[in-house]
């Protein structure tokens, strides 16, 4: 049982708008990684924070940030949408963030930008 | 982040045993070797983790040769609700990019 929840489960946007997509991490999880799924891919690593600083990012540009708040819910923020943006995009909590920490998924936010 | 690949797809019957074989020629000596599962509209699943030789849990076995260049995830018989995507990666803490993965179906 994950217990990692994610915020809403679908979204509409125009291109040039800005979207915040919110996760709620399973409990005592300080460690929280996004990633952004295109539909027939894998995951994409966006990045990850650990208690609240992120730690590692992938090959995203600026316009993806985030934050992760003292009870290590967090949010994901795109500015200036693009078409391209259209994707699922999910969370995934784990313990400590140590190596071999299993992580938890949520089920997604489906993002459509038109 | 170490690039993994995988068969695009592979076909299986009811009661079978899978194989679906990843390659990672250029895992890092802190990766670990995750597999994870995952349906139609829903997040991944963890299946099973390994950094060298076998490893056996309640759904599936990893196997692991020396080099690490190479892995083999193991379903013994498989069951029509095995039928999605199965991702290998290289797992460094988290902070790790999928391949495209093996969509496995089973067929009754």
């Known amino acids: 049982e994950t217990g990692v929840t994610q915020s809403p489960t679908h979204l509409i946007k125009t291109r040039g708008q800005q979207v915040t997509l919110r996760c709620s991490s399973q409990?005592?999880?300080?460690?929280v990684s996004w990633y952004q799924q295109a539909l027939g891919q894998g995951p994409q690593f966006i990045f990850q924070?650990?208690?609240?600083?992120?730690?590692g990012r992938g090959n995203f540009p600026p316009r993806f940030s985030g934050l992760q708040f003292p009870n290590y819910s967090s949010e994901l923020n795109v500015n200036a949408l693009e078409l391209d943006d259209s994707a699922l995009y999910l969370c995934a909590s784990s313990l400590t963030g140590v190596l071999t920490d299993t992580q938890y998924f949520g089920p997604g936010t489906r993002l459509t930008v038109l | 982040l170490a690039k993994t690949t995988q068969p695009i797809s592979m076909d299986s019957y009811e009661g079978q045993e899978v194989n679906i074989t990843c390659s990672h020629n250029n895992i890092a000596t802190n990766d670990y070797i995750t597999w994870y599962q995952q349906f139609p509209s829903q997040g991944p699943r963890f299946i099973i983790q390994?950094?060298?030789t076998k490893v056996t849990n309640e759904v599936a076995s990893l196997f692991i040769p020396a080099d690490r260049k190479s892995s083999t995830l193991s379903l013994p018989r498989v069951s029509l609700s095995d039928t999605a995507v199965y991702y290998c990666l290289a797992f460094n803490a988290g902070k790790s990019t999928f391949g495209d993965g093996t969509t496995l179906t089973v067929k009754p």
């Open positions: 924070y650990y208690r609240e600083e992120e730690n």
């Open positions: 409990s005592g999880h300080n460690t």
């Open positions: 390994g950094y060298k």
